[in-house]
């Protein structure tokens, strides 16, 4: 039987306004343990900032992180699964973008993020050497 998003994915992501700053946002990431936080207006999604952007966007081009906002710095193209879509079509999906996370969204409201990790910890149908074969980084 095949493996559903809802099944490994991490519940409850951690999410902000988008006027949030880059050291706030990083400051929740340490404190949860997560490299993802999730924008959100009115409990809808608009993008979600890691830990490699807030590096990339900001750091690396020598923005004061206390005064950019995640709006600034995040991706707002994203591409979302559904907590009933099978695991290994949001893996496909995940290898066929090259990316390592995907928050997943059930009536337009972001209900958890499924990470590669998630993936590679999900069983034997999604075992380590599957889910990270392929380029994610």
Not at 110 to 134: C, E, K, M, N
């Amino acid at each position: 039987m095949a493996q559903k998003v809802s099944d490994v994915m991490t519940p409850a992501p951690v999410s902000v306004s988008g006027q949030t700053s880059l050291s706030h946002a990083a400051g929740l990431m340490r404190a949860h343990g997560i490299g993802v936080v999730l924008i959100l207006d009115d409990g809808r999604l608009l993008g979600m900032v890691t830990d490699r952007d807030i590096v990339i966007r900001a750091v690396a081009d020598g923005r004061d992180v206390t005064q950019t906002t995640v709006a600034e710095i995040c991706s707002c193209d994203l591409i979302t699964v559904s907590p009933d879509d099978d695991a290994d079509t949001a893996l496909r999906s995940m290898r066929d973008h090259s990316i390592r996370r995907l928050p997943v969204v059930e009536d337009d409201r972001p209900v958890g993020v499924l990470s590669i990790t998630d993936l590679a910890a999900g069983g034997d149908a999604l075992s380590p050497a599957s889910a990270t074969r392929g380029r994610f980084w």
